[in-house]
């Protein structure tokens, strides 16, 4: 279910974007498109602003608060260094690590963010992605500005202020020039990126998923040598085991995001696909692949992404 929810905010982060860069001739006077994608720092919690909202935002009062605010509050931690022990110090920031709890009160903490502007906010743990797309890059960069404002004023309220993790892309038609863009919040600059990782998927400002294959590319070539050595000493059920682990985990991992590319963009990864297939059957390369992914009941690459 996890994995799940991970490829579908992969997608839904990116479809509106795909939307509106596959613009029919009609719209054609409607380019530069312009679509600012940033992306924020982990907001730090104040134990006493989560508080403050359970009580007020989700209704959470009486011995239920009581019992949450005695978890949070009169908390100390100390650090042991080389057999010296430090002094103690309370905690009045952020929510104890590894606990059932801790992943609730974050989503608690910031699930109010996306009524602070009219960005389209997809949250997913501590990872903040804001959106928003416009048919001109001018009024783009001013819509930007002027909301990224609305998010300043939340981060204030919230005592989340991180403005050196974060980032912005401009993702824009291939072969057209998008207008040079200036985005602050609170005179502070924000950089711009041509690509960035989401959520475990690398992506770039034309929507090419260019870096992510060639980062699953290395991924699958390490695992190619890791089939050649190990399969003298597994059998075949194992084999196919570990292949589901190590190299079919990564090749469905948000393929409905990245997988429509063409097939040029693809070989490389085909070829070293097919190579831990040979690996597995013992098959030199100039065997056919069709009756060995048919005799080990596996898919090709293309196969995957259009299950």
């Given at each position: ?32 498109q312009g679509y600012v994608y940033p992306r924020l720092g ?266």
């Amino acid at each position: 279910m996890y994995k799940d929810l991970k490829i579908n905010n992969i997608i839904n982060i990116f479809s509106p974007s795909i939307a509106n860069l596959k613009c029919t001739p009609s719209d054609r006077q409607m380019y530069p498109q312009g679509y600012v994608y940033p992306r924020l720092g982990t907001p730090a919690i104040d134990n006493d602003i989560l508080l403050w909202k359970r009580g007020n935002f989700y209704g959470i009062r009486g011995l239920p608060h009581k019992l949450l605010a005695s978890y949070l509050q009169v908390r100390q931690q100390y650090t042991v260094v080389g057999g010296y022990r430090s002094s103690m110090f309370e905690i009045t920031q952020g929510v104890p690590q590894g606990s059932s709890l801790g992943h609730l009160l974050f989503a608690l903490y910031v699930n109010n963010l996306p009524k602070a502007s009219a960005f389209n906010s997809t949250l997913f743990a501590d990872d903040n992605v804001l959106s928003i797309s416009s048919g001109n890059c001018i009024e783009l960069q001013k819509l930007v500005n002027t909301e990224l404002q609305k998010v300043d004023e939340w981060m204030r309220f919230n005592k989340s202020l991180n403005y050196s993790k974060m980032s912005y892309m401009l993702i824009g038609p291939r072969g057209k020039r998008l207008h040079d863009f200036t985005v602050k919040i609170n005179d502070n600059t924000i950089s711009q990126t041509n690509s960035t990782k989401c959520l475990g998927v690398y992506i770039d400002d034309k929507l090419t998923w260019s870096d992510h294959i060639t980062n699953l590319e290395k991924t699958i070539s390490r695992s190619v040598e890791i089939f050649y050595r190990i399969r003298h000493y597994l059998n075949e059920r194992a084999l196919k085991s570990l292949y589901l682990s190590i190299v079919y985990s990564h090749l469905q991992y948000a393929i409905g995001a990245w997988g429509g590319v063409g097939k040029t963009s693809l070989r490389r990864l085909n070829i070293l696909h097919n190579k831990i297939i040979r690996a597995m059957t013992y098959i030199s390369f100039r065997s056919k692949l069709d009756p060995l992914y048919k005799y080990l009941n596996l898919l090709k690459v293309d196969d995957i992404y259009n299950l």
